[in-house]
């Protein structure tokens, strides 16, 4: 059993950054998949980015050039930079991990079996 806590959420005027981290727990695989997802009030939750444990990264373009996700191994922890927010990405951020060990590509929620309780992102105009 995995356990993610997410921390890091304010927050921040439109322009400026936060950085958020995704502490894991528990058992943990050598080979996995990691995501971070949000969901803004009375929409569905969207992916983001995902990273393998060998450090490959994927971002839907919404965020691509803007965000940056990361983990450091040693600390179990998974990161996501967030510089340019704009108001839109006022949202519940969420970590993930994919059933997988490795990245199917997608964002589907199904594909993803342990969650995080989320952190609350927002941004001021």
């Known amino acids: 059993h995995v356990r993610l806590v997410e921390s890091g959420g304010g927050s921040v005027q439109a322009g400026g950054s936060l950085r958020l981290s995704c502490a894991a727990s528990?058992?943990?695989?050598?080979?996995?998949?990691m995501g971070w997802f949000r969901q803004a009030p009375g929409k569905e939750r969207e992916g983001l980015a995902v990273?393998?444990?060998?450090?490959?990264?994927s971002y839907v373009d919404s965020v691509k050039g803007r965000f940056t996700i990361s983990q450091d191994n040693a600390k179990n922890t998974l990161y996501l930079q967030m510089n340019s927010l704009k108001p839109e990405a006022t949202a519940m951020y969420y970590c993930a991990e994919e059933f997988l060990a490795y990245c199917s590509g997608g964002y589907r929620e199904a594909d993803f079996g342990y969650w995080g309780q989320g952190t609350q992102v927002t941004v001021s105009s």
């Open positions: 528990g058992y943990i695989y050598s080979s996995y998949c």
């Open positions: 990273i393998d444990s060998d450090g490959w990264t």
